[in-house]
């Protein structure tokens, strides 16, 4: 007995399988998707769906996959608002802020940690965000930092120690000390919570050989690096994310040719992070120089208290478009199967035969809506593993 549902009367859909459709998006117009359980069953023009038990008319909507956010901040506690304000006022971002966070997260119950976290994946699935990454980095100790892992993984596969994100106040006068914590007790304590490790390798928080430090250790206990790099200032974050063999260099603002080239013609992924920068009156970055080089680029809202606070992937698109180069094809494409390179995901970021069933309707004929009509709520309904939100 077949428990499948077709979803018909699909004005547009975005497989991102070139080999479904036109173009790099697999674009396939007049389209039908049948779900099966939690994954992909088939897909192909309207006319030719197979029989199922129920039908879903799309009413000529445009579908595509699920967003994924492959770059996330939402295990924190306290707010930042006086923080934004004045820097809205002329005063620039520093990493300091972090800080400001860590207090506040420290200071709260795993009961008000956990809720913040399923409110902002609840409010992220409702704008079409179907898979997040989900970092520590508010902790900096090493029960702090567990639990923060601990309370991620409640709500998502994809999470990241993030122990390195700034030198906490304690270790200020000695960030030797706070690097061996990181790589030793604190890193022996998390690991088994995590499946990625990432460092802020930047000017005021670690620099080259303490993120190599950082990212090794991370190895050594079998997890795969990601790193955030070039944020602020060119450095070396990008050139060591390649070297290690990243899965991706997040934020990349600040962009030497070698940076370029290394990514181009590595398999780290670029990760853009458009929120950071609209969110502290920064320079974008640049993606059209990145993807005419050939780099592989994402998207991420980069949900944070203090540098992005949003967690709108359709807000990300249209300023990729708008101020980042990007047409609106390669901006959802970054923003679904871009994504998914990032989190080395072959499931998701997708629509196509065995792809987990994880779908996004608009209330809009075209998947360039998106950029098209800024600040729009057109998300209409999500699917998350086959099961209608």
Same mark, same amino acid.
């Given at each position: ?79 930042? %608002? ?23 997260? @420290? ?22 965000? +179907? +898979? ?8 900096? %100790? ?40 990181? +790589? ?39 997890? +795969?690096? @990601? ?43 670029? %990760? ?15 993606? @059209? ?101």
């Amino acid at each position: 007995m077949t428990t499948a549902t077709a979803i018909i009367d699909i004005s547009t859909l975005v497989t991102n399988d070139p080999s479904l459709g036109e173009g790099p998006l697999g674009l396939i117009q007049d389209a039908a998707v049948v779900i099966d359980g939690d994954r992909v069953a088939w897909v192909g023009e309207s006319s030719k769906a197979p029989a199922t038990d129920s039908r879903v008319d799309a009413g000529g909507r445009a579908l595509l996959p699920g967003f994924v956010d492959s770059h996330s901040h939402v295990v924190f506690a306290g707010d930042r %608002t006086q923080e934004f304000n004045a820097r809205m006022s002329g005063r620039p971002y520093s990493a300091g802020g972090i800080r400001t966070t860590v207090a506040a997260t @420290r200071a709260a119950s795993d009961q008000d940690l956990s809720a913040n976290v399923a409110h902002y994946v609840r409010e992220a699935l409702r704008q079409g965000t +179907t +898979t997040m990454e989900i970092k520590s980095g508010y902790g900096l %100790t090493s029960q702090d930092e567990a639990r923060s892992l601990e309370i991620a993984a409640a709500h998502t596969d994809e999470v990241t120690f993030l122990g390195a994100h700034v030198v906490p106040p304690e270790f200020a006068d000695d960030p030797a000390a706070y690097v061996d914590l990181v +790589t030793g007790p604190m890193l022996d304590i998390c690991a088994p919570h995590a499946r990625w490790i990432d460092v802020f390798c930047e000017e005021g928080a670690f620099d080259g050989d303490q993120a190599r430090a950082v990212l090794t250790a991370g190895v050594r206990h079998g997890l +795969t690096p @990601r790193v955030h790099a070039n944020q602020l200032t060119r450095g070396p974050g990008v050139q060591l994310a390649v070297e290690l063999g990243a899965a991706s260099a997040d934020h990349c603002t600040h962009l030497s040719d070698a940076d370029v080239d290394a990514l181009a013609q590595g398999d780290t992924v670029a %990760t853009l992070l458009p929120g950071a920068e609209f969110s502290t009156r920064s320079p974008y970055p640049d993606a @059209r120089r990145l993807l005419d080089a050939g780099a592989t680029v994402a998207l991420s809202p980069d949900c944070n208290p203090g540098s992005s606070f949003t967690s709108s992937m359709a807000f990300c698109v249209a300023l990729a478009v708008r101020e980042m180069r990007m047409t609106p094809d390669e901006a959802v494409w970054a923003a679904t199967a871009g994504g998914a390179r990032a989190l080395r995901r072959t499931d998701v970021g997708r629509i196509s035969p065995g792809a987990r069933a994880d779908l996004t309707l608009l209330d809009a004929p075209s998947h360039v809506h998106l950029a098209y009509r800024p600040g729009v709520p057109l998300v209409a309904a999500v699917w998350r593993g086959g099961e209608l939100i």
